[in-house]
């Protein structure tokens, strides 16, 4: 199960507190993902990014950012303005460069909670 | 942009019973379209993949089937064993399109439970 790692497993966020949550691949992947998972909604990706130093909005991203500095890091922070951060977040990586699929390879997730 | 619709929500089978999950997408560019389980607790992995050149793709007991025409695709899985129970996602995307290049467009779900 290795390859892509996150952490912390659990985190709890205090009323107007920004938090962030670590992803980390050893799979020299070029893209990475976030995702939300709420129970009835499946997937819905917050941010994804093709390529260091880049990065681009998905579905959800008001109250989050992200950051892509380094090829195998991609942290999302949850700001004081997301004012339902509870649920199940996912990081997913793909290697962008195989364009025949994008199979997308999953951390095992942090679940926040707020306190 | 693309939206992938996901039936049924929840499916409850006997053990050796066979399981179909069906999906709908809006986007005809789309190409590719792959199935992940999530069990309880766990990461989704992918299990089957089938990209829009193909109408059927098989793997023991799990199969994939596609209609372009139609847009839709679904998943069976025959002679369903209880560690089949998970929740499974389909997706859809097209990997050479300019800025969604590999973006996934999933479904909402399936939770699948199997009684033995």
């Known amino acids: 199960d290795g390859g892509i790692t996150q952490s912390p497993k659990y985190l709890f966020r205090k009323e107007g507190q920004n938090v962030t949550l670590s992803c980390e691949q050893n799979l020299n992947h070029d893209a990475m993902y976030w995702y939300r998972q709420d129970p009835g909604q499946g997937l819905r990706l917050i941010y994804y990014?093709?390529?260091?130093?880049?990065?681009q909005k998905g579905d959800i991203a008001e109250g989050y950012s992200v950051s892509r500095e380094k090829k195998e890091s991609f942290p999302l922070t949850v700001t004081s303005a997301q004012k339902n951060p509870t649920a199940f977040y996912l990081c997913?990586?793909?290697?962008?460069?195989?364009?025949?699929?994008?199979?997308?390879?999953f951390g095992a997730g942090t679940r926040l909670s707020v306190l | 942009g693309e939206n992938v619709e996901q039936h049924p929500s929840t499916l409850s089978v006997q053990e050796g019973d066979s399981a179909v999950i069906k999906c709908t997408y809006s986007d005809s560019a789309s190409n590719y379209f792959p199935w992940y389980k999530q069990e309880l607790g766990k990461r989704p992995q992918l299990i089957i993949d089938?990209?829009?050149?193909?109408g059927e793709k098989k793997d023991q007991r799990i199969a994939v089937t596609l209609n372009k025409t139609a847009k839709h695709f679904s998943l069976h899985i025959t002679e369903t064993q209880p560690e089949d129970s998970a929740v499974y996602f389909c997706?859809?995307?097209?990997?050479?399109?300019?800025?969604?290049?590999?973006?996934?467009?999933f479904g909402r779900g399936t939770q699948l439970t199997v009684w033995p």
């Open positions: 997913a990586s793909s290697p962008e460069r195989v364009l025949a699929k994008n199979i997308q390879y």
């Open positions: 089938i990209r829009s050149n193909v």
């Open positions: 997706a859809a995307s097209n990997p050479n399109r300019g800025s969604t290049l590999g973006r996934l467009y």
């Open positions: 990014s093709q390529i260091v130093n880049d990065f």
